[in-house]
């Protein structure tokens, strides 16, 4: 969630006039309690600053679990002092989160959050009557002060990180999700520990803070260790799924975009590269680019084992991750972008080789996990098979729609093509169909001089030919034999027409030159074709139709005319 400048210099400039004026207004409204007690304070500071350094993480949110210590502090101390201590955990906590330096907005955000909680709540105690160093055993009445305080911070807490979190962000999620629910449970379980340890400390002074922060700090540990796992299983569950999807694609560049849009799901990827092994497993290329999730024209990067990062991973066969630029940028090969920080690399391995290198990269620092590489791992296996299958996918369909010798699409996919458009005439979704005949004249003849060969050389140079000339606008088939067919959805007659002269004249008047003759000498042959136009649902009704109205046009009007013509159908 981006913030822009202006509001972090306004949050900047807003902690300047708010909280050191704040922090010198509760010292004399309500000075500290204590005397000469600095080893007693220091004892309290070391534990808010364990607290502090321990958070847990839950959905990449850090619960901050702090309000027991400030309660005890608060009620030994007073809340001048509470509120210094606080404002030290805040920094130690985004300090333990390694806040970069777009993010330093938040520490001053937080301090001025910190500073209104406790200076409110404190405001709210003293008001109806509660006093520093309460005598909590003999006292109801100074439990519940002390337990409102308790609720008054947390709420307020809540209320002004909501806040934050619709005005200052403008997320449109839900702020009350898993870990506001979490939060509130485990501060609420935890806030009879500030009471345990106000007491304690009352009684037992330093030695009750070792009692009570050790069963919390092996609380945090196990809560930590807990969510972690729950994190993994999710991961894993999340790349079985992934594995699946990738399995039901069909099409290369269908897994490929599968892949990492999901990739980018699951983790902060601003920058994504794809090398697959080429040259007979001498070099890897870079054949997928993406950056800023945009696909980016790959340019033709190089590298060998042990060169740059991929040529690295590649050479041991297993994955790296990378904090910062410092661990990688000595041996990058330049790659990556000036300002990628964290680097996340892995082989894509299939029947023990490797075929290719996934590098992932963050603007972030820190921005992966060890659990992250172990998941992207196995997500890369899944990618390896499902790559393979769809490229076993596309050859076959490859071979079942092409001619294996002008590589154009053959009768059968014309077949059907044509059917597809015809429904889609049907449905209104096409206004005119035109389709072009085409038949080599006196072809049988070039054969007989010049060998089958020369013929099949004829053949592919005209697939090439009409292929540049039809371009986008419409499809190429070979029909059979010496006949090619040109379908063109939305031309009417006319354009058919002058599309068909365009491609006689190509063939007339540019000789076909020839390399494998009998004679093994290179010939020039000049050629011509006749040419038929038909066109839909002006000549006829239905595919069988139209494919016959224009070899009519072709036989009658153009063969039987003299050859060497375009000639479009007609009832007449």
């Avoid at 007690?37 to 350094?53: I, P, R, S």
């Avoid at 050859?395 to 059907?416: G, H, I, P, V």
């Avoid at 060969?453 to 090439?464: K, M, R, T, Y």
Wanted: net charge neutral; hydrophobic share 45%; charged share 20%.
């Amino acid at each position: 969630m981006a913030v822009d400048q202006k509001t972090k210099n306004t949050i900047f400039l807003m902690w300047l006039l708010l909280v050191p004026a704040g922090m010198y207004f509760t010292y004399q409204k309500y000075p500290p309690h204590f005397s000469g007690q600095w080893l007693e304070l220091f004892a309290f500071l070391t534990l808010t600053a364990v607290v502090a350094f321990m958070p847990m993480v839950i959905n990449n949110t850090p619960i901050f679990l702090i309000q027991w210590v400030s309660l005890a502090t608060f009620l030994s101390f007073g809340l001048f002092i509470e509120m210094v201590f606080a404002q030290a955990a805040v920094i130690v906590l985004l300090l333990r989160l390694r806040v970069q330096k777009d993010q330093y907005f938040r520490i001053p955000l937080n301090l001025i959050m910190f500073f209104l909680v406790s200076l409110f709540s404190g405001f709210v105690y003293y008001s109806l009557g509660g006093k520093t160093g309460p005598s909590l055993l003999h006292d109801t009445n100074a439990i519940w002060l002390a337990a409102l305080y308790a609720v008054v911070n947390y709420f307020l807490n809540q209320v002004i990180i909501s806040f934050y979190f619709y005005a200052i962000y403008k997320s449109k999620e839900s702020y009350f999700g898993k870990d506001f629910i979490v939060e509130t449970i485990t501060t609420f379980l935890t806030l009879p520990l500030g009471f345990v340890l106000y007491m304690f400390y009352n009684q037992l002074e330093l030695i009750a803070l070792l009692i009570v922060a050790f069963p919390f700090a092996s609380l945090s540990i196990i809560f930590n260790l807990y969510y972690s796992t729950e994190k993994i299983n999710e991961y894993l569950q999340k790349a079985a799924e992934i594995g699946h999807q990738m399995a039901e694609r069909l099409e290369v560049n269908g897994v490929i975009d599968l892949f990492i849009q999901k990739l980018s799901e699951m983790l902060p990827v601003d920058y994504a590269y794809i090398m697959e092994v080429v040259n007979d497993e001498e070099e890897l290329q870079l054949s997928r680019r993406i950056e800023g999730g945009s696909w980016l024209t790959s340019d033709i990067v190089k590298v060998r084992k042990n060169e740059g990062i991929s040529g690295f991973v590649w050479e041991k066969q297993k994955g790296y991750l990378y904090n910062s630029k410092k661990d990688w940028q000595s041996f990058s090969k330049g790659l990556l972008p000036v300002d990628a920080e964290s680097v996340l690399a892995v082989p894509i391995v299939r029947n023990k080789k490797v075929i290719g290198v996934l590098i992932l990269a963050s603007k972030r620092k820190r921005a992966y996990e060890k659990s992250q590489l172990m998941i992207v791992d196995i997500l890369c296996s899944y990618f390896a098979v499902a790559m393979e299958n769809a490229k076993h996918y596309e050859l076959t369909k490859t071979q079942s729609e092409r001619c294996a010798l002008t590589k154009l699409y053959n009768y059968r996919y014309f077949e059907k093509l044509l059917t597809d458009e015809f429904d889609k005439l049907f449905q209104f979704e096409r206004k005119v169909l035109s389709l072009i005949i085409l038949d080599i004249d006196h072809f049988k003849a070039v054969n007989d001089t010049y060998g089958h060969q020369s013929g099949n050389e004829i053949l592919c140079e005209l697939a090439n030919r009409l292929t540049n000339l039809v371009g986008s606008r419409g499809t190429v088939a070979r029909y059979g034999g010496e006949e090619f067919v040109v379908l063109l959805p939305e031309a009417q007659k006319e354009e058919a027409f002058q599309m068909a002269e365009m491609i006689r004249q190509s063939i007339a008047n540019w000789p076909f030159i020839l390399q494998q003759s009998l004679d093994f000498n290179q010939h020039q042959v000049k050629i011509t074709a006749s040419i038929g136009v038909a066109t839909a649902p002006e000549d006829a009704e239905d595919p069988l139709a139209l494919v016959r109205h224009a070899d009519r046009a072709l036989y009658v009007g153009a063969k039987r005319a003299g050859r060497n013509r375009v000639a479009e159908y007609s009832t007449c």
